[in-house]
């Protein structure tokens, strides 16, 4: 019986330490006044991804650098469902004023809190539900991905581009053909081929997925996953890249000739300014590059200039907004025309699109 | 088309080392008598420490001596727990798993993103290499692949050649018949145990050292429990764990391949075959003995002298 409290003891004593030493590192729970604003992160992964949850706090950083009056509170690796429901709550109860719940999943619990705390302000990001005091936002990060295929399209000289996925989600399916569209506008021949990981987080399969596409012939790698696993593939080979979420070219500089990146921080300074003013009303947002909540990140040193005008040339045509990236002449991968002449695809089509434009080489499973 | 095979299976050899050695770990404790679940979360610690001691003191293989302690380390928690106090080993190991996880998370946290300078770098065998098909599917690789070639036949001559190796198998299937002819069940035991985490400690360091090389939170994504699996895939027997680990890690590699090839198979079904393969090995062994399994006898059964 000895050893048990002895265990018992050792146990506490660990545990007290680090929840000590938790307290002693975190920055954000400093004791503030009264006066300040709390506004509260939710997140689906670690902050540390380098990747999807990392872009949104890189946000959160923006904004209490512009707000210094603004308090902000995160909660990392939220599993989505029941659990996420606890967890904002909690932040309601803490005296949260705004919410922000960076996940999909986080829909319904978002919903289902909301209508309990209706003087909260709730966005939520990617999803479609809204209320009274609930919004939605998300970015046309497929108008990066145009761009970035374009550099894709100048780099490639096998013609072919390869093309990590993550899930056979519209808002996945969405973004390859967006590429697509943007290496074959410069470089009709180039084919775009997609392996599937089924995984939007495993540094080592997304590494070999990205190693498999090099085999196969593809001399630059795109991706839609949140680890810069397919970047390093292609560095180790001697070829090139193209990231995904924030600027990726830290992790393999050789290689990262640009990223499709999200810019949230201007979004989150413009929202919790509204609701500090009174002016916040719910809504469904879905920003593109005009906004710059979308963007793509600096070049690499590869990348030559001609390539630059090209995409320069595109941007400022996507920032105009009479042209998009799915204005027509768009064709299916069996040639059929989808979108007619001139016209530009409905947002309810390009949120449930579920096939491939031509020049890409891949199923999409059912 | 040779080619393409010979990718297959050159990725197949990378795919498979890290749940190789981890396997070997796990083959180890469980041969001791222990069962041990808490491989996830013991890669990780590996991983982690690992990837950390090489960036500040830029020497892989410091780091890879690092994970080895670390990995050792942390799994003497499971030993104390298990052994001395006699606890249950599967929620024990369950601990074990959901605190390495969170652990690892927390001490590389400021390493993220971070590149290795000297990763173990691909080193091709001088002359081996050469040859036909099989230079390029075996001999073209890191070193640890190497060192991982050699250790399981080595593995396998400790077990079933040597007097030590017939304790530690004794010691697992009848401990109280190996205490009686005297041998040091407890002080065996904790040995085995903390070798087996050292092991899972550099199937982690491998993924963050040469595998990706790079430190991201829960890299390992569930190869720890594939490497459970594997142990009585391979029942209990190093050079089938080598089979099952190049099977198990070939899946990856091929999956991939056969989408390049337009082939469509789901990847789920894929992803399921390690375990679906494990199932089938069970039923065919539980057939063919009887209803008997080559489980070591006393897996799982603490030991207490008193209980004789």
Known sequence: MKNRYLVFLLTLLVATVFVLGGCGSSKDKKPAAESKLKVAFVYVGPVGDAGWSYAHDQGRQYLISKMPDVQTTIIESVPEGADAERVITQLVEQGHKIIFTTSFGYMDPTINVAKKYPNVVFMHCSGYKTAANVGTYFGRIYQSRYLTGIVAGKATKTNVVGYVAAHPIPEVVRGINAFTLGVRSVNPNAKVKVIWTNTWYDPAKEKQAGKTLLDAGAD??????????????????????????????????????????????????????????????????????????????????????DTKKLVDTAKKKLAEGKWDVFTG?????????????????????????????????????? | MTDQIVSILAATVTAGTPILYAALGELIIERAGIINLGVEGIMLIGAVTGFIVSVVFDNSWLGLLAAMVAGGLITSIHAFLTITLRANQVVSGLALTLFGTGLSGYLGKAYIGIPVTHPFAVQPLPL?????????????????VYISFLLVPLLWMFMYRTRPGLLLRAIGENPAAADAIGAKVFVLRYVYVIMGGMLCGVGGAYLSLAYAPSWLENMTA??????????????????RAMVGAYLFGGIDALGFHLQVLGVTISPFFLNMMPYLFTIIVLVMVMQRQGGRLTAPGALGIPYDREDR
């Open chain 1, 220 to 305: 630059v790698i795109a991706q839609h996953q949140d680890t810069p696993g397919p970047q390093q593939a292609a560095q180790e080979k001697g070829k090139l890249g193209i990231g995904y979420n924030t600027d990726m070219s830290k992790m393999a500089p050789k290689a990262v000739m640009t990223s499709a990146v999200w810019n949230w921080g201007p979004y989150y300074v413009k929202i919790v300014d509204a609701v500090k003013k009174g002016t916040w009303k719910s809504g469904q947002y879905w920003g593109g590059m005009n906004d710059k909540i979308v963007d793509i990140a600096p070049y690499g040193p590869m990348v030559g200039e």
């Open chain 1, 329 to 366: 002449p768009v064709k299916d991968q069996t040639g059929k025309v989808v979108v007619k002449d001139g016209q530009k695809m409905s947002d309810a089509d390009m949120l449930k699109m579920n096939w491939f434009v031509e020049g890409v080489e891949g199923t999409i499973p059912k």
């Open chain 2, 128 to 144: 081996l290499k050469d040859i036909p098909v099989l230079g390029k599917v075996l001999f073209n690789h890191d070193i640890l």
């Open chain 2, 222 to 239: 569930g190869r720890g429990w594939i490497a459970v699996a594997l142990v009585i895939f391979a029942l209990w027997n190093p050079l």
